[in-house]
């Protein structure tokens, strides 16, 4: 039997003030830090962020319109992966504890808005992700050997895409709008199944 996640007790709250001003994942390492003071394991390398529940942590600015980044993996780890477990962006894009912050005009804070689990294991959700990497993976492929490395691949009905990073990395990124679809659809869908961890 499978426990779906769908909340983290004593975790972050709505309303507590981030110390810093939002700067190349700072804010992300201070949510790990948070969550690891309040009694949870991190994994802070490939993976997952929270493996035992199989929950990602993100976060981001609220009002923030570009895409979200899922995970990164070089062009021929892609190639080699099929949208499936073990595929580590597959993992990542399964569920999200999703803390969102915005800097509070009146006290110049920077807050935490909203901090809540979604689970993206939706039929649809999936098979829509799968086709766009399915279809990323395909133009990569048919590019291999190529002297000009492809700066973005677009998948299906634009629901993902990849994005090549200096590295040498592509990220799997979720472009903003699709995201939101992808909450709404969860928060429609929410189960009465209910765990809570740690």
């Known amino acids: ?7 983290l007790n004593k975790a972050i709250d709505v309303g507590t003030v981030i110390p810093m001003e939002e700067c190349n994942g700072n804010i ?3 949510v790990e830090d948070q969550l690891e003071d309040n009694g949870y394991t991190v994994n802070r390398g490939k993976g997952i962020d929270l493996p035992q529940m199989g929950v990602e942590v993100k976060t ?7 895409g979200h980044t899922i995970g990164a993996m070089l062009p021929q780890d892609i190639i080699d992966n099929d949208w499936k477990a073990g595929n580590n962006i597959f993992d990542k894009a399964q569920r999200h504890y999703r803390v969102k ?3 509070n005009e009146l006290t110049g804070d920077n807050v935490v808005v909203s901090a809540q689990v979604y689970d993206f294991t ?5 098979k829509n992700l799968k086709e766009a990497w399915d279809h990323c993976r395909g133009v990569l492929l048919q590019n291999i050997g190529s002297s000009k490395d ?5 998948g299906n009905e634009k629901w993902a ?3 090549l990073q200096e590295s040498g990395y592509y990220q799997f990124r979720i472009p903003a709008g699709v995201m939101k ?4 659809i969860v928060n429609s869908n929410r189960t009465k199944l209910f765990f809570t961890g740690v």
């Open 161 to 163: 895409y990849l994005e």
């Open 122 to 126: 939706d039929p649809d959700i999936q």
């Open 101 to 103: 912050h915005k800097v």
């Open 150 to 154: 492809l700066e973005y691949i677009n």
């Open 60 to 66: 981001r600015k609220f009002d923030s319109t570009s």
């Open 181 to 184: 679809k992808m909450e709404s």
């Open 1 to 7: 039997m499978t426990v779906n996640v769908t909340k």
């Open 28 to 30: 992300g390492r201070w």
